[in-house]
């Protein structure tokens, strides 16, 4: 079973500034089929990147993925206020086939 | 506009049923695979099943195995999920999501707003 581990738990930052948040897997991963979703409290997740850097229709390219074998990242190049939120990354394997992580809070510092 | 909107939540005994529904409208609702994920109180994000396009493959994450059944019908645009045995445990918001196929990969795409489930005597 892979598990991922998501850092930091929470982010404090102030709108403007760059976000990096990480996103780790216990096991090197055979593909990049990772992606990322932001949650807003209240509302159903949205996806942002899919395939550890395609971002998803609609979405700013503010935010952007990378990674490979067992680490992935997501960034966000300049918060914006509407960007504080949650966020999950999720691991798609054939054989299990999916899994979240726990999620980074990215709030206002 | 892709829309999907969940029914059926409410409060349900332990070892009660609950069947959930998400009609869609927007897209071609038989040319996607679907899933439902579901979020426990102030927890993370947890899938919980997925059918393909026509139903004939469905796949389920272990604990709820023997007990939840999804299933759809193409020509009513309309995703299902028979909740049976329910435990204290399955108390969560089901998201009706629609799939992104990419390649061999599968991803969350759309997304209902959801319906909240309450396992509770």
């Known amino acids: 079973e892979i598990v991922l581990t998501q850092s930091p738990g929470t982010l404090s930052l102030s709108p403007g500034e760059r976000a990096t948040l990480s996103c780790r897997a216990s096991?090197?991963?055979?593909?990049?089929?990772l992606a990322w979703y932001q949650q807003k409290p209240g509302q159903a997740p949205r996806l942002l990147i899919y395939?550890?850097?395609s971002r998803a229709t609609g979405i700013p390219d503010r935010f952007s993925g990378s990674g490979s074998g067992t680490d992935f990242t997501l960034t966000i190049s300049r918060l914006e206020p509407e960007d504080f939120a949650m966020y999950y990354c999720?691991?798609?394997?054939?054989?299990?086939?999916?899994?979240f992580g726990p999620g980074t809070k990215v709030d206002i510092k | 506009e892709v829309q999907l909107v969940e029914s059926g939540g409410g409060l349900v005994q332990p070892g009660g049923s609950l069947r959930l529904s998400c009609a869609v409208s927007?897209?071609?609702?038989?040319?996607?695979?679907m899933s439902w994920v579901r979020q426990a109180p102030g927890k993370g994000l947890e899938w919980v099943a997925n059918?393909?396009?026509?139903?004939?493959?469905?796949y389920y994450v272990d604990s709820v195995k023997g007990r939840f059944t999804i299933s759809r019908d193409n020509p009513r645009n309309s995703l299902y999920l028979q909740m049976n045995s329910l435990r204290a445990e399955d108390t969560a918001v089901y998201y009706c999501?629609?799939?992104?196929?990419?390649?061999?990969?599968?991803?969350?795409?759309?997304w209902g707003q959801g319906t909240l489930v309450t396992v509770s005597s």
């Open positions: 999501v629609r799939e992104l196929v990419v390649g061999p990969a599968e991803y969350f795409h759309h």
């Open positions: 395939g550890a850097s």
């Open positions: 059918i393909n396009r026509d139903g004939s493959e469905k």
């Open positions: 927007g897209f071609t609702f038989s040319s996607f695979w």
């Open positions: 096991q090197s991963l055979s593909s990049s089929y």
């Open positions: 999720q691991l798609y394997e054939r054989s299990l086939p999916f899994t």
